[in-house]
């Protein structure tokens, strides 16, 4: 297989954090600070006002309920927002109401994000972050790189990248996580771990060393990294494979490709559903590239 292009220095101009004020959601918030620091980019703070907040109201409440709902959201965004600014950092706040998925990717492509960061806190998966599937969605259409801060990640934030592990299928959108995660790898000198894993046994053992000079391939030789990048081929159910690797190498960050349109209401054997069982299940952040995203943007 071909290697990838070597890919530009990373640059991160501009990095979106969405949040629905709860928790998990805010927990987040540092991860996408320690990015924008790293950076140097300017951070938007977004939040969405679903139209369920005042839907459901009497006709005669619901510009209060609207007002309310507006002024009690640029109140939360400016408490965030002005104790980032006490510390010098750039940011803005966004207001946006309507179907929070849409808005989220719709404020992305007008302030040219090149990152998203969310939290979750779903117990069965990354279900309801803003009321309903909007990490999913948000994963799903975004042409930029996203975030996810799962409910058992354990590092408060992201300040140091020492260990990478991207899984690789061999699809596009994974082989363009891959340019990512080589380029991150680059820029934080971090160890970089490219795996594959098979669902069933391979008959012949050429076959498996075949995927490992196929992953290793993928590296450009041009790549300034501090070490030899590792390939490992495992054999089992794919998302366990991909969370105990993780959890044997003492991950940082996960990097992974998302297969676009229906990728997390795919049957298990799809990438798209192993992805949303990475993210319930990872102490560590995964970074995910959907299907609209395109090599070398961001």
Known sequence: MKALATRPKIALKNILFATDFEAQANRALPFAVAFA??????????????EAAY???????????????HDYARYRLGQIVGSLQLHDRT???????????????QFAQTHGADLIVIGTSSRAGVGKLLLGSVAEETIRVASCPVLTIGPHVKTASLTRIQNIVCAVDFSAESLSAAELAVSLACEYQAQITLTHVLDEVLQEYAAMQAIEVHLLDLVPFEAELPRK???IVEIGPVAECILNLSGRLSADLI????????????????FGSITHKVISLATCPVLTLGGRHEPGQG
Not at 37 to 50: C, M, N, Q, S, T
Not at 255 to 270: E, K, L
């Open 229 to 231: 990048p590792e390939v």
């Open 91 to 105: 940011c803005e706040a966004l207001v946006g109401e309507g179907d929070p998925g849409e808005v989220i990717t």
């Open 255 to 270: 990097v992974m490709g998302v297969r676009g349109i229906g990728a997390f209401r795919q049957v298990a054997s799809h």
């Open 37 to 50: 620091e790293h950076f140097g980019a300017k951070l938007f703070i977004a939040h969405v006002i679903p």
């Open 55 to 69: 839907c459901f109201s009497r006709p005669d409440s619901v510009d209060r309920i609207w007002a309310e709902s």
